[in-house]
């Protein structure tokens, strides 16, 4: 078996199990941060969240599956490992990025729709 087959399915492994995991997470507890951001429209919360669910999914596998075609030419374990932990870093540094990304446009949302919370 070629190492780059098994380093192929370690990455969908540790990206798949990544996202499903980490976005029921988000999810879970996303929705009591979005219901004291739209408190005066609670109705939208939850399709907001599923929204964002699905967003978070999108964007990761448009992370993910770009990098499975770069893994050729590994041929000791410190290419794999090197491989793994650069592609699968750099997923979790945007991801994050994207997610405190999305607090500060809700909090910026939160206080241009309830001026009186702003002090």
């Not at 997470?25 to 939850?46: A, C, D, P, Q, T």
């Not at 964002?52 to 590994?74: R, S």
């Amino acid at each position: 078996m070629k190492i780059s087959f098994i380093v192929t399915v370690l990455y969908l492994l540790i990206a798949g199990n990544t996202t499903y995991f980490l976005g029921k997470s988000l999810y879970k507890h996303g929705e009591n941060f979005l219901m004291s951001i739209f408190r005066n429209r609670i109705e939208i919360v939850l399709p907001v969240n599923k929204i964002l669910l699905t967003g978070f999914y999108l964007v990761n596998a448009g992370f993910v599956l770009p990098f499975l075609e770069q893994n050729k030419g590994l041929t000791t374990m410190a290419d794999c490992v090197e491989f793994l932990a650069f592609k699968i870093g750099f997923i979790y540094l945007v991801l994050g990025g994207m997610h405190f990304t999305n607090i500060l446009i809700f909090v910026l949302i939160e206080k241009k729709s309830n001026p009186s919370t702003s002090n």
